[in-house]
């Protein structure tokens, strides 16, 4: 059992957290429609910004690998861009997705922003023009739960609710070979092992898989955590995969 470092009480039902690619800042998404950041060695809060004028509750977020800029579904199916730790804008508007944003990603260099909603769409932006590079899946007839991209940049990935796993190749900028459903249920979490090689994925049936990353096929047995999965990681040396599931717990398990 791990030893508990911080309790960083939030005053608000916590519906998404993110970790700065440096580990000296931690965002948070509330349920009350406000996104507030903290510093990790003081749990002490540095910022806090309104993400929709509605106090509608907030997931997805993400938090850019120098911890400089956050990434938040805004009203509308918008993402916006802000000045971590102020509410300042930084950068226009992400407009295009015609359903809630569910999940986004930075790239490894901050200049690109992964997006996926329930239209069923995948996106990737231009974080600094707001351009839309590319829509890499267009699918009505499912919904997008998670997204992810490699660490190198030539991978994304998403989770849907009733199709399992995609997985994309930004290169050729298409779709690597349909990787199989093996479970029923949403894909609720993915996520690229920091070496890009595997892809973790985990959602309602309770089990943790392992996919190759160049042909989307699965690699080796599943864990059967036997509870909802609500979010998989992978540890920064690619040693661990943290599973956390829908009764509260948090495991980890041996990658290989």
Sequence with gaps: RTT??????????????????????????????????WDTGTGHAVGALKANDHGDEVFGIALS????????????????????GTPERAGVPLKGHTGTVTSLAFSHDGRRLLSGALDGTVRLW??????????LLNDPTDKVTSVA?????????C???DHGIKLFDLDAGGQVADPPKLDEGAVASVAFS???????????????????????????DPIQNRRTIRAVAFSPDG?????????GSVRLWYAD
């Design 126 to 135: 231009n974080a600094d023009t707001g351009r839309q590079i590319s829509m």
């Design 65 to 84: 690998p120098d911890g400089t800029r956050l990434a938040v579904p805004a009203g509308d199916n918008v993402i916006q861009l802000r000045n971590a």
């Design 4 to 37: 508990t470092e911080k309790i960083i009480p939030t005053g608000a039902k916590v519906a998404d957290v993110v970790v700065s690619g440096d580990g000296s800042r931690i965002a948070s998404a509330g349920a009350d429609g406000w996104v507030r950041l």
């Design 194 to 220: 920091p070496d890009g090689r595997r892809l973790v994925s985990g959602g309602d049936a309770g089990n943790v898989r392992l996919w190759r990353a160049d042909d989307g096929q699965p690699d080796g």
């Design 149 to 157: 991209l490699d660490p190198d940049g030539h991978r994304a990935a």
């Design 159 to 161: 989770g849907t609710l």
């Design 239 to 247: 040693a661990l995969i943290a599973i956390a599931d829908a009764k």
